[in-house]
């Protein structure tokens, strides 16, 4: 425990106060102590505490389980009420050792990861020439058999962009890309990392087989720089040949688990307000960014939200899901065991997009609710954010209680580094915004507190 | 090849003033052509053949013969004579396999590298408990036995400069640590790596043992991220257990050698104009900022100096070093072997500081000879550059030959964010800013034709 966490929350309330008037009046002048100060908010010690005291927490792993008994007593700390643990199983998997190189024409080892819930190279490892795919569409169109013999190699570029929007086009190589691969004839599939980055580090992330193509091959992400020398060698007539030696392990019904915390309502106690981030994370990095940040947002934007004296109308929850970066388990396993009182979740709200501030403010909620979310809006006008449409998705994890109908709020953060960052051992507490944390904590803050409180 | 570098070097030098005309009056409307244009010139495309066709090249390793092989070809085809190599042996050293972790309070694997010529852990590994100093010199007043049972984590930061002056003292507990901690007691040496960035890379970089004291013990660095993790660990009271499992090894009489290339003089052959790089780089990255950037410098720098006949008065020699990076045996070597002659180099220059722009021009030169010096001073002003003092060092490779009495030249380049990536896998092509790679070259050739042609 960082010894600024035993302020009180009355002492924390000031502070933010003083803080946002601070970053208000003197944006640039006063940057370093802004910057400084926000590090003493709540936010920030919130995403500190995880990241240095859990640190990366793999979806199924002990260290995820370690980060639930992070955030049963943190939780408990902060004066939230009915904290608990609702646990799950899922599918597990471990990255296990790895390593890859170009063996011709000059050796060099790779930045690789294995793509999760890749299958293992066989013992010793696998080595190929390298059949290169300039776009992942090009791939789709080879013939039966076109990549026999061969790692097939997907060089797609991701395209940078404030709302991630570069990400959907990016990911499909990486999601599904390994069956399609096999289906030509592929002994592997290795892609250029989904990331806007050109670092040497490899962009792990979530794969699934296609159920109906029976051969299962490797798959692996490269850096950005290793993908440009594959693609300068290729360019210069060479064949290259790789080498793969990748062991993940899957593990069958490995302990997940949702944590949930509610500051409960005084007037309307079964009516709900959810705040989700995710409690999970890659393994490479501490997940600072993906997703501490959006921990440390909602924590303390309910607390925000409700206000010094903790009572909200309504019950103001936090939802610290698990297993989101392994395929959204903890979203679907709320949804299903809070079937029968899904109506009763007056609004949804998830901060799963990094350390960026908030720039837009989308809803998802009924026609008739539209004056009341747009007077939201224009609070949130001075806080620089501009007011979306009405088709905000939400976010990943409270992505099933969208489609049962809860409506959602989206607080749309500038993404335009996140994938930078994204799924990479470079994801750590360093790359914190602590002022940025702030003003979305605030944005998250003012939307519950008035829908909570409506 | 790249088919760039099929053109002509009258084509080349024609461009080349092209170029500059266009970087003097448009820097910043024209930059992204200007950024492709140079892209196409000669000491970019050196870099990114060298990078990509040989890439990491660490002393005494095939891959460094693959480079001298590389070198020879390529001086060869751009016209240079009595092009070939001076053979010689080093004490040699590979990595091998290693990792490190924090296994307590909280597992985390951590971005490390051995230190160049540590030795290596028992197998099966080392854990202990840290012992935290955050300063070199606190580790110095520690006493005998301080250290006892202990791994010494050494904090110190490194401080970021134009002129690159925060390394000298950082780079202490590197290259002399292990031996201090050795003498009071401790069981391995792991430092904040000697780097100015915050991503998660490990930065590599020699060590050696101190005679007089008998216990040797593994060294390593970690990323700056890292050191943050025990940091903020250690302040918060923890005890922290490293494990580190590092099994580089040592090789007797590892060859090496340096590259020798000649634009013979057409009026005093006998005198020499010597411009140095070295060729071998750590095995991390592929070495685009070090050296592979001054091997582009120098080589086209020399050409460009000779001038299209390739007519120089006095020849111009490049001398491409190797075994820079391990403790400058290239640059010994040379200077040993051609010790009879050392007189006749009436300039030496050497370009080992990444991918900056030059901004200063310092001299060690007779005072009678700083007419003549000032004079070139003057013809590199509007490049950008400053008069700097008459006390350069030169450089390391070519720091024997200054000591024995040759004339060196200084360009110095901006050397601001050369940390962030030196001697880390980061050290890539894509890093490579070849506009100011051209500003340099240009630099570099001005200086090498005043005085080729005195």
């Known amino acids: 425990m960082r010894r600024a966490d035993k302020r009180t929350r009355a002492q924390s309330?000031?502070?933010?106060?003083?803080?946002?008037?601070?970053?208000?009046?003197?944006?640039?002048?006063?940057?370093?102590?802004?910057?400084?100060?926000?590090?003493?908010?709540?936010?920030?010690?919130?995403?500190?505490?995880?990241?240095?005291?859990?640190?990366?927490?793999?979806?199924?792993?002990?260290?995820?389980?370690?980060?639930?008994?992070?955030?049963?007593?943190?939780?408990?700390?902060?004066?939230?009420?009915?904290?608990?643990?609702?646990?799950?199983?899922?599918?597990?998997?471990?990255?296990?050792?790895?390593?890859?190189s170009i063996v011709a024409p000059a050796r060099q080892d790779l930045a690789v990861a294995a793509l999760g819930g890749s299958i293992a190279t066989p013992r010793g490892g696998l080595t190929a020439p390298v059949a290169f795919v300039a776009t992942y569409d090009e791939m789709l169109k080879a013939g039966e058999g076109a990549?026999?013999?061969?790692?097939?190699?997907?060089?797609?570029?991701?395209?940078?962009?404030?709302?991630?929007?570069?990400y959907s086009h990016a990911v499909r190589k990486r999601s599904k890309g390994a069956s399609e691969a096999a289906r030509r004839g592929a002994l592997a599939l290795v892609i250029r990392s989904?990331?806007?980055?050109?670092?040497?580090?490899?962009?792990a992330g979530n794969m699934s087989y296609a159920k109906?193509?029976?051969?299962?091959?490797?798959?692996?992400?490269?850096?950005?720089?290793?993908?440009?020398?594959?693609?300068?060698?290729?360019?210069?007539?060479h064949t290259v040949t790789l080498k793969l030696d990748l062991h993940p392990r899957h593990i069958v019904d490995a302990p997940s688990g949702n944590v949930i915390a509610d500051i409960p309502g005084t007037e309307k106690p079964d009516e709900?307000?959810?705040?989700?981030?995710?409690?999970?994370?890659?393994?490479?990095?501490?997940?600072?960014?993906?997703?501490?940040?959006?921990?440390?947002?909602?924590?303390?934007?309910?607390?925000?939200?409700?206000?010094?004296?903790?009572?909200?109308?309504?019950?103001?929850?936090?939802?610290?899901?698990?297993?989101?970066?392994?395929g959204v388990h903890g979203g679907d396993a709320y949804a299903k065991r809070h079937a029968a009182i899904v109506a009763r979740h007056v609004l949804a709200m998830e901060a799963d997009f990094g350390t960026g501030r908030a720039w837009r403010y989308s809803t998802n909620v009924p026609e008739a609710d539209l004056p009341f979310y747009d007077a939201i809006g224009r609070e949130l006008e001075p806080l620089g954010l501009e007011r979306g449409d009405n088709k905000s998705n939400g976010g990943p994890d409270i992505g099933a209680?969208?489609?049962?109908?809860?409506?959602?709020?989206?607080?749309?953060?500038?993404?335009?580094?996140?994938?930078?960052?994204h799924h990479t051992a470079n994801d750590t507490l360093d790359k914190i915004d602590a002022e940025a944390l702030e003003q979305v904590t605030e944005a998250f803050a003012r939307v519950a507190r008035s829908v909570a409180n409506r």
């Not at 013999?149 to 991630?164: E, H």
């Not at 989904?194 to 962009?203: I, L, Q, Y």
């Not at 109906?212 to 007539?237: F, M, T």
Request: with cysteine; net charge neutral.
């Open 13 to 100: 309330g000031l502070f933010v106060l003083a803080f946002l008037v601070l970053a208000a009046c003197a944006h640039e002048t006063a940057k370093p102590d802004a910057a400084a100060g926000a590090r003493e908010g709540l936010p920030y010690r919130i995403v500190a505490s995880l990241t240095t005291e859990v640190g990366p927490r793999l979806a199924g792993t002990p260290a995820e389980a370690a980060a639930r008994d992070w955030a049963v007593k943190k939780l408990e700390g902060l004066g939230f009420k009915n904290v608990h643990v609702e646990p799950f199983t899922i599918a597990g998997w471990t990255r296990g050792h790895g390593h890859a």
């Open 147 to 166: 990549f026999a013999g061969k790692i097939v190699f997907v060089n797609d570029r991701m395209t940078r962009a404030r709302d991630g929007s570069g």
């Open 194 to 203: 989904v990331g806007t980055d050109s670092d040497r580090f490899a962009h």
């Open 212 to 237: 109906e193509v029976k051969r299962k091959i490797p798959a692996a992400a490269i850096s950005n720089p290793d993908a440009d020398q594959i693609e300068r060698l290729h360019a210069e007539g």
């Open 272 to 326: 709900i307000v959810l705040l989700a981030a995710h409690l999970d994370s890659w393994d490479l990095g501490t997940g600072a960014i993906d997703d501490g940040a959006g921990v440390g947002i909602v924590v303390a934007a309910a607390l925000r939200a409700a206000g010094p004296e903790m009572k909200p109308k309504r019950t103001i929850r936090v939802v610290l899901y698990g297993a989101e970066e392994v």
């Open 401 to 421: 209680l969208r489609k049962l109908g809860v409506p959602v709020v989206g607080i749309g953060q500038d993404g335009t580094t996140y994938f930078d960052l």
